[in-house]
């Protein structure tokens, strides 16, 4: 049985639907860039690779956490899951592959640089890798998680250092997803109200993860039991893609080498 943070958005918990769809309509979006020799890093529970893999003639996908691994081995048998923490990427080639995906990844990558230079060296030439991101404009409050967030500017000027060509676009969402980011902000703001002290700010991140997934899971479940139909129906069809990052709610970038 999986055991999950609210870090680890799942599609077998309601009130995770409206992150869970978020993240899904990011493999949806990033479809058009996939082809040939398919690599992804930090898949996680494997949410996008029914989506993926018709469009690749290989698919490797890597992750830190073994147990995922071995389930998402059994699944998808033609997919080659392996474990691995990086950067760097000991085991792979120069040049090897077509695409690479990344999602909700780099925010939890200490040395970011290092990691979109081994993105950059895995490439072939003309490859294209997409990674999303939370867009900090947009973050309700500090997630003990993430190293860091970004805005559209940070991550641009970060990625120009190693890609020639960047593009940065975004993943919104329309009335019905903006409904519950409102009602979400609202709720974050009831119980930040009480940190008069700014601990969430001033703590080292490993004394906040605890509480802060305790109080995210409440409010989640908060959110679904005030206004369930709300919370259920959001399909990965409400989330589209932005060409004004700073506007969105996640960071959607596209890198060719």
């Not at 923490?85 to 925010?107: A, G, H, K, Y």
């Not at 490859?127 to 998680?145: E, S």
């Not at 519950?180 to 991140?205: C, G, H, M, W």
Request: proline share 5%; with cysteine; hydrophobic share 35%.
């Amino acid at each position: 049985m999986a055991t999950y943070t609210t870090e680890i958005a799942s599609d077998s918990i309601p009130s995770d639907n409206p992150i869970h769809q978020r993240l899904l309509q990011a493999y949806y979006l990033a479809k058009p860039y996939v082809k040939g020799d398919l690599l992804e890093l930090g898949c996680g529970e494997g949410r996008g690779v029914e989506l993926l893999s018709p469009l690749a003639q290989s698919y490797l996908a890597l992750d830190k956490i073994q147990e995922v691994i071995d389930r998402l081995k059994e699944k998808h048998p033609k997919v080659d899951f392996q474990q691995a923490v990086f950067p760097p990427f000991q085991t792979l080639e120069n040049d090897s592959f077509d695409s690479v995906v990344s999602f909700q990844v780099i925010e939890h990558i200490k040395d970011d640089k290092s990691f979109l230079k081994e993105i950059y060296r895995v490439l072939k030439p003309g490859g294209v890798a997409v990674l999303t991101t939370p867009n900090i404009k947009k973050t309700l409050t500090r997630n003990p998680w993430h190293v860091r967030e970004y805005t559209a500017e940070q991550l641009t000027q970060l990625a120009s250092q190693i890609f020639p060509k960047v593009a940065m676009k975004g993943v919104g969402g329309n009335e019905k997803v903006m409904k519950y980011y409102e009602q979400n902000k609202e709720s974050v703001r009831r119980i930040t109200r009480f940190d008069i002290f700014n601990l969430q700010y001033r703590l080292p991140a490993p004394l906040l993860r605890i509480p802060y997934d305790i109080l995210n899971r409440v409010n989640r479940n908060k959110l679904n039991t005030s206004d369930s139909g709300l919370v259920a129906e959001i399909t990965h069809n409400d989330y589209v893609m932005m060409e004004d990052g700073d506007a969105a709610l996640d960071l959607f970038l596209i890198l060719e080498k």
